[in-house]
């Protein structure tokens, strides 16, 4: 997990992760596509938690691999981001 000091004193959610060693690859595809598009600086992030309703930590913990988010929780995220996660039935083969 990233300390938020690190994305505080580094400037942006990119500097701190490229100086983190001890990040855990156990994390969701949607997590780690998340955190892509909110790579940004400490308080961009802060501001999307509070605009989401969601905890700080809890962002941290989702992108840590600690957690995984609940359907509310990452839907609020990605409107608040301007995103939005589409479902689509597939089709079986036996139908």
């Known amino acids: 997990m990233i300390p938020w000091r690190w994305v505080r004193e580094k400037g ?3 500097s701190a992760k490229a100086n983190y060693k001890g990040a855990k690859p156990n994390v969701d595809p949607l997590v780690r596509h998340l955190g892509t598009l909110l790579e940004g600086d400490a308080g961009f992030l802060l501001d999307i938690c509070r605009r989401a309703g969601i905890h700080r930590q809890t962002l941290r913990r989702w992108l840590a ?3 995984t988010p609940n359907l509310a929780d990452f839907l609020a995220v990605l409107q608040v981001t301007g995103h939005t ?6 089709p079986h083969d036996n139908q």
């Open 12 to 14: 942006t959610w990119a």
């Open 65 to 67: 691999g600690e957690r």
């Open 85 to 90: 996660l589409t479902i689509k039935r597939i």
